[in-house]
């Protein structure tokens, strides 16, 4: 899988998670830092972690779930590649 295709993802599925909120994600960039943006609250990021352990097929231990890790677009596509490519 590309990292354009991994982004493509994440992005819609925060785009539904912001949804739900009624907020819209079409302006934010790759490298913004989800949490501050304040388009989803703590359950749409839980739910957004939880999601993205079964879309890439991946199990992250607690010390993964981090902001260098899953804060942004961009660090989440870039976590999947380092975790499926070694």
């Given at each position: 899988?590309?990292?354009?295709?991994?982004?493509?993802?994440?992005?819609?599925?925060?785009?539904?998670?912001?949804?739900?909120?009624?907020?819209?994600?079409?302006?934010?960039?790759?490298?913004?830092?989800?949490?501050?943006?304040?388009?989803?609250?703590s359950a749409g990021i839980l739910g957004l972690v939880v999601w993205?352990?079964?879309?890439?097929?991946?199990?992250?231990?607690?010390?993964?779930?981090?902001?260098?890790?899953?804060?942004?677009?961009?660090?989440?596509?870039?976590?999947?590649?380092?975790?499926?490519?070694?």
């Amino acid at each position: 899988m590309e990292k354009s295709e991994i982004k493509t993802k994440i992005r819609g599925k925060l785009a539904e998670l912001a949804g739900e909120l009624g907020n819209d994600v079409s302006q934010i960039r790759d490298d913004d830092i989800i949490p501050a943006t304040g388009l989803v609250d703590s359950a749409g990021i839980l739910g957004l972690v939880v999601w993205y352990e079964k879309a890439f097929d991946m199990s992250l231990r607690q010390e993964e779930i981090n902001i260098d890790n899953l804060g942004s677009i961009e660090s989440m596509a870039d976590y999947v590649l380092k975790r499926k490519n070694g």
